[in-house]
């Protein structure tokens, strides 16, 4: 089913603990999208282990691509490129995914492209909606980052700030093990948050010097921690729920009121969000009640691409192939990448 006007792109993710890949057609054209999740192995463990995640990566990278590719119904002769993430991540699941597609691409004589993964983040927006109106600022939080950033037009772009310690999507796994709830723990808190008062605890809500467009979550993570210490040593109870309602809510007050501190300085037409917190509903209504007021249409991936998936990576990977950027042979993971 060769076509050779359209652009068919491979993407393959394996920054952390998810196997995906997936297949775009013309940058509109989802036609395949596969995840083989390692969820169930690390949760025994509280957290993600890297050198398991590695071994699952290379156990599972074959049959995921080959999948996708059925589902896809075509041939590595098909494809125009195949896109994979290189960084940021676990250094030893990127390399399965950066050294697996690069022998794909090198046997199949295409491009090979390489993706920032938090750029694929962004651009998960794009799998279901093509028309997005720039300028566009994009919340990106996730278990590593939490990152504001000004999109002035495709693969044009700003960090306008970050967190200077804990990603909010990290601290919110923390505080969620310290209750007993396990891994992933964003899920988890929100889930019991709608159980609690998210005013029964008061918690730090750190702004920064006046301006700043930085984030910072440590003291609000160690002000939780301090809540559940003393209650332990002096034997009282903690109502985990409220405690969780309390957190979640402390962490979005902070990104929403940094993001309007960040609209107040930029004129933008579209606000994303993106990342796995993406996907809390909390943050979805917060941010979309005080865009609303401004007039700037909210807008985020359904659940599915929030978290790490093929098909952002194969979407970034096309805005990329369009421009001629591609990666020679040399390539390698690059676990502490920045924008």
């Avoid at 995906?20 to 969820?39: P, R, Y």
């Avoid at 440590?218 to 109870?237: D, H, T, V, Y």
């Avoid at 309007?260 to 606000?271: K, N, Q």
Wanted: aromatic content about 8%.
């Amino acid at each position: 089913m060769k076509a050779t006007k359209d652009v068919v792109i491979l993407g393959i993710e394996t920054s952390c603990d998810e196997t995906s890949a997936a297949v775009l057609f013309n940058g509109t054209d989802l036609k395949s999208h596969v995840i083989s999740s390692q969820v169930k192995t690390h949760q025994k463990y509280g957290g993600v282990v890297p050198e398991i995640a590695s071994r699952e990566h290379c156990l599972h990278l074959g049959e995921v691509v080959g999948q996708a590719l059925r589902e896809a119904g075509i041939g590595f002769s098909d494809l125009s490129a195949i896109a994979v993430t290189y960084g940021p991540g676990l250094v030893g699941s990127l390399l399965v995914g950066v050294a697996g597609a690069k022998a794909m691409a090198y046997a199949a004589g295409i491009p090979l492209i390489a993706v920032n993964h938090l750029e694929g983040h962004i651009y998960a927006n794009f799998i279901e909606r093509q028309e997005i109106v720039f300028p566009m600022m994009a919340l990106l939080v996730s278990g590593g980052h939490t990152n504001l950033i000004l999109f002035r037009g495709h693969l044009d772009y700003e960090v306008l700030g970050g967190t200077r310690d804990d990603a909010a999507g990290e601290a919110l796994d923390k505080i969620a093990r310290a209750l007993g709830f396990g891994y992933p723990g964003g899920p988890l808190i929100e889930k019991a948050a709608l159980q609690g008062d998210p005013c029964a605890y008061e918690l730090p809500r750190a702004m920064l010097e006046p301006g700043s467009l930085d984030f910072s979550f440590s003291g609000m993570k160690s002000a939780a921690l301090n809540i559940l210490n003393k209650a332990k040593m002096k034997k009282e109870p903690v109502d985990v729920n409220h405690l969780a309602a309390s957190f979640q809510q402390a962490a979005i007050d902070v990104l929403v009121r940094k993001s309007i501190r960040a609209l107040d300085r930029y004129e933008v037409r579209t606000f994303a969000l993106a990342g796995g917190v993406a996907a809390n509903s909390l943050l979805r209504k917060s941010m979309g009640s005080e865009l609303s007021a401004r007039n700037i249409p909210l807008i985020f991936p359904s659940p599915v691409f929030c978290t790490d998936n093929g098909a952002m990576i194969a979407m970034a990977g096309y805005f990329h192939f369009l421009a001629g950027d591609y990666a020679n042979w040399k390539l390698n993971a690059v676990p502490g990448l920045n924008l």
